[in-house]
């Protein structure tokens, strides 16, 4: 009950909050706007500060009405309907009706000097220029407003689904990997065979390296080089005698980051579509090169006779479809993905790019 009211409570504050520094972010822009004229008006008229200062309030005032109606009426009523021509034709009658108010309220403040109040007559078709600017600009900023946001919102959704995707990718463990190597398990410790206690450990290195260490956006390369290893090792108590598996490296990999699980569904594919399937010998080879920056990633497994029809896609359920996708948030017009389906043998190319 408590959670769910702090739950229930957090988001209206942080509402509450975002609000209060938007009105002040105005307050502040109407102020600094207010500042900015009235200086300008005393450098060129060298009117008294009080009295310029009064004179661009009643300018302010205008030109906030003018902006607000646009922001909240005109824009989500007519330019957010696309009705563009209505939208021109009454932001330009807004500016023709406030702009006489300001005209009338300068006229009668300044009651006490004619000779401005004859330049504020002869110069009144000026003042329609500077309140349609603002309005203009209020229409501008808006529109860039909305756009950040929703490029914002975008790769926020972005992000959530290619973490959602990499958390679903950690959670599909192969069962029946996890199934026969602790069957194979049990059996090496009735017969008490040396093995047990080091395959123990490397199971317990890949679920913590997948359940804690695959958090952060990028890890080491070498976590995930041995990851592969311990995955193999285990596959090789599996298989036996039944089947060749290979992994060979070329280059350094201690210094390089890439995204966790990246290589994962298409090794687990290999043994899913390859060896798992076959009774007689079968291979799964894989290769790895690092050269500076890019990594190429290769692997080649045997195929039997005839497979169970489950469809070209990686285990845990993660269809191609999905792991390009992955492959597009996480490396974004870096990667090279090729994947050949060969009368014997099924074989997969991923060459990226790393940051």
Not at 312 to 340: C, F, H, M, T, W
Request: with cysteine.
């Amino acid at each position: 009950m408590r959670s769910h009211l702090i739950t229930t409570i957090l988001p209206t504050q942080a509402g509450v909050v975002s609000k209060r520094w938007r009105v002040l972010g105005h307050v502040l822009i109407w102020l600094l706007l207010l500042l900015l004229l009235t200086f300008v008006e005393i450098r060129t008229n060298n009117f008294d500060f009080w009295f310029s200062l009064t004179n661009n309030l009643v300018s302010i005032a205008i030109y906030i009405a003018v902006v607000y109606l646009n922001i909240y009426y005109l824009i989500p009523n007519y330019l957010g309907k696309k009705r563009f021509g209505t939208y021109i034709a009454l932001l330009i009658l807004s500016v023709i009706i406030f702009t006489p108010l300001k005209t009338i309220a300068l006229y009668f403040k300044w009651a006490n000097f004619p000779a401005i109040q004859a330049q504020l007559l002869r110069e009144m078709n000026l003042y329609f220029i500077p309140t349609f600017l603002v309005a203009s600009v209020s229409t501008l900023f808006n529109i860039v407003s909305d756009w950040a946001q929703q490029l914002r919102k975008q790769q926020e959704l972005q992000t959530k689904t290619m973490q959602s995707e990499l958390n679903f990718l950690k959670s599909q463990i192969n069962p029946h990997f996890l199934f026969n190597t602790l069957n194979n398990l049990y059996a090496l410790t009735l017969k008490k065979d040396p093995r047990a206690p080091e395959i123990i450990i490397k199971l317990s290195e890949m679920m913590r390296y997948m359940l804690y260490e695959c958090n952060e956006k990028r890890v080491p390369l070498q976590k995930e080089v041995d990851y592969i290893q311990n995955y193999l090792a285990l596959e090789r108590l599996r298989q036996g005698n039944t089947g060749t598996i290979s992994f060979e490296i070329h280059g350094r990999i201690k210094e390089q980051q890439i995204a966790p699980l990246i290589f994962i569904p298409f090794l687990e594919n290999a043994f899913k579509h390859g060896l798992n399937n076959q009774l007689a010998t079968g291979f799964v080879h894989i290769d790895l090169k690092v050269s500076g920056k890019s990594v190429r990633f290769y692997i080649e497994n045997s195929k039997a006779d005839r497979l169970p029809n489950t469809g070209n896609k990686p285990s845990g359920g993660i269809g191609l479809a999905n792991v390009r996708r992955r492959l597009d948030l996480l490396y974004p017009r870096k990667y090279q993905l090729n994947i050949e389906d060969r009368p014997d043998t099924w074989v997969v190319s991923l060459e990226l790019e790393l940051d």
